[in-house]
């Protein structure tokens, strides 16, 4: 029984994420063995340390709960304490526009939105909508481009949620504040 749990989690990447193409995400589904009301959009990024993907989606107000992950190419949480490598959109800057933009790279680009790779320049990512009202569509889905890193700078699209290195620290310790309360409890 071990042996074939493990086979299949190996498995699982092949079978559903790394069908699609690099560099996308899928448009939001139902999650097959998921909660009722929960949609997923799966994808698997490959990176050059000069490249980050810009991922826009918009915020849903049919979901409750809308979350961004992403993970080492075997489908393991990196480091999420010390890291940003997830975001909900409670966390998230929502800009002007109701859309939501996500920055996967390793570099820092000053961003509110940045998702950490952690030194993996491959791996898996993964959007999350829960408790939906109605069922969603591609157009509620995430968009994906993959850019020079140093092209973030000049992004207008960005402006909006430009953060200084004291001001994401901040973030990270209120993220570790937050996992220490969620593991006591």
Not at 37 to 56: K, N, R
Not at 98 to 121: C, I, K, M, S
């Amino acid at each position: 029984m071990l042996v074939g749990r493990i086979t299949t989690w190996f498995a699982f990447p092949e079978w559903f994420t790394y069908k699609e193409p690099v560099n996308t995400l899928t448009a939001p589904a139902l999650t097959p063995g998921g909660l009722k009301t929960q949609f997923s959009s799966i994808g698997h990024y490959s990176l050059s340390p000069d490249e980050a993907l810009v991922v826009t989606v918009p915020a849903c107000d049919a979901a409750p709960y809308q979350a961004i992950q992403v993970g080492s190419k075997w489908y393991v949480s990196t480091d999420y304490e010390h890291h940003q490598t997830s975001l909900t959109r409670a966390q998230s800057h929502v800009d002007a526009d109701g859309q939501l933009r996500f920055v996967v790279t390793e570099r820092d680009p000053g961003l509110a939105n940045w998702l950490e790779t952690t030194g993996h320049d491959k791996g898996v990512m993964m959007l999350r909508w829960q408790r939906t009202s109605r069922d969603l569509t591609a157009a509620d889905g995430p968009r994906v481009e993959v850019v020079k890193a140093d092209s973030l700078a000049t992004r207008r699209d960005l402006d909006s949620q430009r953060i200084t290195p004291e001001q994401y620290a901040a973030r990270i310790a209120e993220r570790q504040v937050g996992i220490a309360r969620r593991m006591i409890s």
